[in-house]
């Protein structure tokens, strides 16, 4: 099996960090409070750090208790550990929708705050 393989899955991943970089940067400015606006910026280094140190556990996990990436990548079982990422993603996706039902928007005017849900209904 060639390595070509990861080509695709790396590709992916930072088309996405491309697109969710910049309106991740602003709501930080845009939402976090004044005081902490210089440290918005810095917050999103932070996060993409994180994650990163959180994908090399969870692949050190995935090492010790399966048998799916040997040292070998021929003898390997990489799309059980998609289908878990996929799974992984799919309960994220989730979450991230229940956050987003329940979050309220920080008005600009400052003297309310406003749901998602009267924003679609206006």
């Known amino acids: 099996m060639s390595a070509l393989w990861l080509v695709l899955p790396i590709a992916l991943a930072g088309a996405a960090e491309a697109l969710y970089f910049p309106g991740q940067v602003r709501l930080f400015s845009e939402k976090f409070p ?6 918005s910026t810095g917050m999103v280094a932070v996060l993409t750090a994180l994650g990163l140190k959180l994908s090399t556990a969870f692949l050190s996990v ?3 208790v399966t048998t799916w990436l ?4 021929n003898s390997s079982r990489l799309e059980k ?16 929708l229940v956050c987003a039902k329940f979050y309220k928007y920080k008005s ?10 009267e924003i679609a209904a206006s």
């Open 108 to 117: 600009t005017n400052g003297t309310e705050n406003v749901s998602v849900d």
């Open 70 to 73: 040997p040292d070998d990548l």
């Open 62 to 64: 995935i090492r010790h």
């Open 81 to 96: 550990v998609y289908w878990v990422i996929a799974i992984l993603a799919t309960i994220n996706f989730g979450i991230y």
């Open 34 to 39: 004044k005081a902490l606006k210089n440290s």
